[in-house]
């Protein structure tokens, strides 16, 4: 008797393979990153406004370069209060709040008539605006939403100052020139505030927000409860990191870092350049390249960052910072040559390199600290940034020249670059083992 088979099973199609979406760390970083560019609009101005303030109010450049230091000043000091403030209120309440205040500065300013007006608006309230969005910002979002690639990232949202840079530059200097500063500076307003929306609608504190884990984490992280008393929380941090070397050595280095670039070659590269006969908007048109290759120099930085010593990449960078800045002078002219290209490139691969192996040196030393540490760090660069751009103003009013400040710049460069060698590594803590 012929035996008969059983029923074959249905064979059960496989469900489909899940598409692997990209993490939301991302999409943040990328909000992040726009609402930095949108800060860096109005850090684009100073530069172009210093010839047209003196020329229609009749300000010397000192009493302009005064603006512009408490402008820079307040960009540092408001940093750590403000990566305290988004611990308290969130991320997204802070950034909103901040963008609106820059714009309402940048704004009114085109009714202004007074040299204390320009320290109000440009220097009072764009100053606390900006700084609540400094790169202690960025160093809040990378914390929260990376453990892994966190200089790459680091890196990528420092550079986001140097595109704002290189979107806003052309085109403030064409208005500047073609119609006047007053339009140059509503259109910094109106582009912080376009980035209000995206602020409130994309950006969330915590990974928790939407039930994901950092990126590269292994395990879910709860979101931390709201912490109180910002300000006391800030200035106790401070307060235990002045005890230690390694602040003072990165409060330096960072305050000469600001000293040559915001406050040096942002705030007196174009109108040195004018005062060798070179138009306005081509000298503005070379500080946007430095932009081009900030960007490049600064993700590069990121990188160099997780795979190498950063006490020494920043050694390397200011040397390298401090050699160009002493041939500087020798450059300067009415036309741009093959020297003064390789300098824009030389110097835009270095300008803001330097923050992500400080800010990894800050993550290493002072650890869930980091961000407000960081912070203050930050604030010494802005002071240094501060002290260059008035006193850069005034020895032109005194000695008819930039010379001297390009030299003493550079030698404070070759100061810094010995100074990071000194910085201690931090002695990772061994965990106690039990005796049997």
């Avoid at 350049?273 to 503005?284: F, K, L, N, Q, R």
Wanted: charged share 10%.
């Amino acid at each position: 008797m012929t035996q008969t088979s059983p029923a074959a099973a249905p064979v059960q199609a496989a469900p489909p393979a899940r598409r692997r979406r990209v993490h939301r760390a991302w999409s943040v970083a990328a909000v992040t990153f726009v609402t930095i560019i949108g800060a860096a609009a109005f850090r684009s101005l100073p530069g172009l406004l210093i010839d047209p303030l003196h020329q229609e109010f009749g300000w010397s450049r000192g009493t302009i370069g005064a603006a512009v230091s408490i402008n820079l000043a307040l960009y540092g000091l408001t940093a750590p209060f403000a990566a305290a403030l988004m611990d308290r209120f969130g991320i997204r309440r802070v950034v909103a709040v901040a963008l609106t205040v820059i714009a309402a500065g940048s704004g009114l300013t085109v009714w202004m008539t007074a040299a204390w007006q320009l320290w109000l608006c440009w220097g009072l309230l764009v100053g606390l605006g900006s700084g609540s969005m400094a790169l202690a910002f960025a160093a809040t979002v990378t914390n929260r939403w990376f453990t892994e690639r966190r200089g790459l990232v680091s890196g990528i949202l420092t550079a986001a100052s140097a595109s704002g840079q290189l979107i806003f530059l052309p085109v403030l200097s064409w208005l500047t020139e073609h119609h006047g500063w007053r339009p140059a500076a509503v259109t910094v307003a109106l582009a912080a505030l376009a980035v209000v929306p995206f602020v409130w609608i994309l950006l969330r504190d915590h990974p928790a927000d939407v039930g994901q884990r950092p990126y590269g984490a292994k395990e879910f992280a709860p979101k931390p409860a709201p912490v109180t008393g910002a300000a006391r929380r800030t200035l106790k941090v401070l307060s235990r990191s002045v005890r230690t070397g390694t602040f003072w050595l990165l409060a330096g280095t960072f305050a000469i870092c600001g000293a040559s670039t915001n406050g040096l070659i942002q705030t007196h590269f174009v109108p040195a350049e004018h005062d060798h006969g070179m138009p306005v908007t081509t000298a503005a048109s070379l500080l946007a390249v430095i932009g081009v290759f900030d960007v490049a120099g600064t993700i590069a930085s990121g990188w160099f960052t997780d795979r190498f010593e950063p006490r020494r990449l920043l050694a390397v960078y200011y040397a390298l910072r401090g050699v160009s800045l002493v041939f500087l002078p020798m450059l300067l002219g009415p036309a741009v040559h093959p020297p003064m290209l390789f300098f824009i490139v030389f110097y835009g691969l270095d300008w803001v390199a330097t923050v992500p192996p400080t800010l990894a040196l800050c993550r290493e030393n002072y650890g869930e600290d980091s961000a407000i540490v960081f912070g203050w760090v930050l604030a010494s660069h802005q002071v240094g940034a501060a002290l260059v751009a008035y006193l850069g103003g005034l020895a032109r009013d005194v000695f008819g020249t930039y010379d001297l400040v390009w030299y003493a710049s550079g030698t404070l460069c070759a100061a810094a670059a010995m100074m990071a060698l000194v910085i201690r590594r931090a002695t990772p803590s061994v965990p106690a083992v039990a005796v049997p």
